[in-house]
């Protein structure tokens, strides 16, 4: 199970390069104009039980924008509605909605802070209901200033932890079972993953990594299968100016392992075999259920400075031997919002670009011969192109495309 945070490469650079925030603050007041039934009726529900001028507030980190979360807790087909907020100078507070005859509160939690920045929901305790983890904060960045609640709602709300972290995730890991990697990061000083289960009536650390603290920072955390057997995490980091790492973490019946390094405290250094010189999140390309982390390589023959150069990106996964084979590559133009499927059995490939990102070509090494070329243009003219694909701001063309090899080319989300 993917967890969160879908890393984008501009995204990163943006974060890396500009050293800006990633997130906006994405709060509303009540009562906004026009909203569809459903949302109006819970907004005129909530106003019994919270005062008219209270701010809504929704998870900075994430895909969730509505202030009104939807989402079936307790498993009975009927979705709740969950609804955080901030009222005056006070500090976070969360109120759960059940449609009965009407909309009604069944319960409410609070945390500190001033920020939701994190939400999940998760059944930690696997009796089929879910919990709801409130990652809370006093600032929109900072990672020293987050605290986790972990509240069981089911009768009464039971706070099962309150802790403070800077990232965490949860899943199901096969022998281990439902689990919470938090981790605790302060650059330079602390990086300790660990590994929380249930254990009569608390979610306790069960065990604890300690991982090399020299990092920049998390960019993406995946979690799931990392070889055909075993469970665990794929967390990949910055390293240095723009480059990046993946820490895989294996997950086998409680205990964390760092998959290639035995050693704590280990430094970042360029022999590590995740090591690529941007980030590039990990994720399953082949839709294996298997987890695959990126490296970059040269294209052949490349005589570009490392801002200017069209990387391949190659996928590995780890077989039952923790051996790496590749898996799929790519070719990414982040400018443009494409990415080009290198197929396997093609021979090594050159890659021509334009300084402007807008015609690439791959281009077989020994003969020269175009494999795959696209051309993004704000014109809609079509003559002597194919057209591959098009969008309200640009036309994507190519003239190499044919009908077997245009599965080749596809549009990926870039957010700016
Ligand atoms: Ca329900
Ligand atoms: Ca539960
Ligand atoms: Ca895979």
């Keep these: 199970m993917k967890q969160f945070i879908k890393a984008i490469f501009l995204l990163v650079l943006f974060l890396y390069l500009a050293g800006c925030s990633l997130f906006e603050s994405n709060t509303s007041l009540m009562s906004p104009p026009a909203l569809p039934d459903a949302e109006e009726k819970i907004?005129?529900?909530?106003?019994?039980?919270?005062?008219?001028?209270a701010e809504l507030l929704t998870p900075l980190n994430g895909e969730q924008s509505k202030s009104i979360i939807l989402e079936d807790l307790d498993g009975d087909g009927e979705e709740e509605a969950i609804v955080f907020y901030k009222e005056g100078t006070g500090t976070i507070k969360g109120i759960v909605l059940a449609k009965k005859d009407k909309w009604e509160k069944v319960t409410e939690i609070s945390g500190e802070g001033k920020y939701l920045y994190d939400l999940v929901f998760f059944d930690m305790n696997e009796d089929g209901q879910k919990e709801i983890f409130m990652g809370t904060s006093y600032s929109k960045t900072e990672e020293g200033s987050r605290v986790l609640f972990v509240y069981d709602i089911k009768k009464e709300p039971v706070l099962l932890l309150e802790e403070s972290y800077s990232y965490?995730?949860?899943d199901q890991f096969g022998s281990t079972g439902?689990?919470?990697g938090l981790i605790k990061f302060q650059r330079g000083t602390e990086n300790l993953l660990s590994l929380y289960k249930m254990k009569d009536n608390n979610l306790s650390v069960i065990d604890g990594l300690k991982l090399d603290p020299y990092i920049n920072g998390y960019v993406t955390l995946n979690s799931g299968k990392i070889t055909p057997n075993e469970w665990g995490m794929m967390l990949d980091v910055g390293v240095g100016a723009h480059s990046g790492r993946?820490?895989?973490?294996?997950?086998k019946k409680g205990k964390l392992k760092n998959v290639f390094s035995d050693e704590e405290?280990?430094?970042?250094?360029?022999?590590d075999p995740t090591f690529?010189?941007?980030?590039?999140g990990s994720e399953d390309t082949n839709q294996d259920g298997i987890l695959e982390y990126a490296v970059l390589e040269d294209p052949v023959a490349a005589d570009y400075s490392h801002a200017d150069m069209p990387y391949i990106t190659v996928f590995y996964q780890l077989d039952e031997k923790r051996e790496p084979q590749v898996v799929s590559k790519a070719f990414y133009n982040y400018t443009f919002g494409y990415k080009i499927s290198i197929p396997?059995?093609?021979?090594?490939?050159k890659i021509k670009k334009t300084d402007d990102w807008k015609h690439v070509e791959m281009i077989q090494g020994d003969n020269e011969m175009v494999l795959f070329d696209v051309y993004v243009s704000e014109m809609k003219r079509m003559d002597h192109w194919e057209k591959l694909e098009e969008t309200d701001d640009y036309v994507y063309l190519s003239k190499t495309v044919t009908n077997e090899n245009k599965h080749l080319f596809q549009l990926i989300d870039v957010v700016e």
């Design 43 to 53: 907004l005129s529900a909530l106003n019994q039980y919270v005062s008219s001028s």
């Design 168 to 170: 965490f995730l949860v």
């Design 178 to 180: 439902s689990a919470l």
């Design 246 to 251: 993946t820490f895989i973490i294996s997950v």
């Design 265 to 271: 405290n280990e430094s970042a250094n360029e022999e």
């Design 276 to 280: 690529k010189a941007s980030i590039v």
């Design 344 to 349: 396997l059995e093609w021979p090594a490939v």
